[in-house]
Nanobody, 124 residues
């Protein structure tokens, strides 16, 4: 399985921005649908954003539309999540994940490969 490594989390104030990165093995980005999920304490893991294998389509959860942007750089083998105007309710562990193309992008069950997660904490 592809090894995914997230970074970029931290503690910020409401309204601030963060950019998460997910380093993936070479050529992985061109073969898989990639996504970001998050999990807050006591809650189920939830979909945040996804990007298609070729990068032409992106999908966002309603809760992050207009604030978060998913992107990827195939040359750098890196997936990104730009998070702007962060809110306290965005506090969670954020995971990147890879799924075979054609799988429903918003479902946790579509993803077999997961990173270890990076903590994002947003304070008032």
């Amino acid at each position: 399985q592809a090894q995914l490594v997230e970074s970029g989390g931290g503690t910020v104030q409401a309204g601030d921005s963060l950019r998460l990165s997910c380093r993936v093995p070479r050529r992985t980005l061109g073969w898989y649908t990639m996504a970001w999920f998050r999990q807050a304490p006591g809650k189920e893991r939830e979909f945040v954003a996804a990007i298609s294998r070729v990068g032409t389509s992106t999908y966002n959860a309603d809760s992050v539309k207009g604030r978060f942007t998913i992107s990827k750089d195939d040359a750098k083998s890196t997936l990104y999540l730009q998070m702007n105007n962060l809110k306290a309710e965005d506090t969670a562990v954020y995971y990147c994940a890879a799924a075979k193309p054609g799988s429903p992008a918003r479902l946790v069950s579509s993803y077999a490969n997961w990173g270890q997660g990076t903590q994002v904490t947003v304070s008032w």
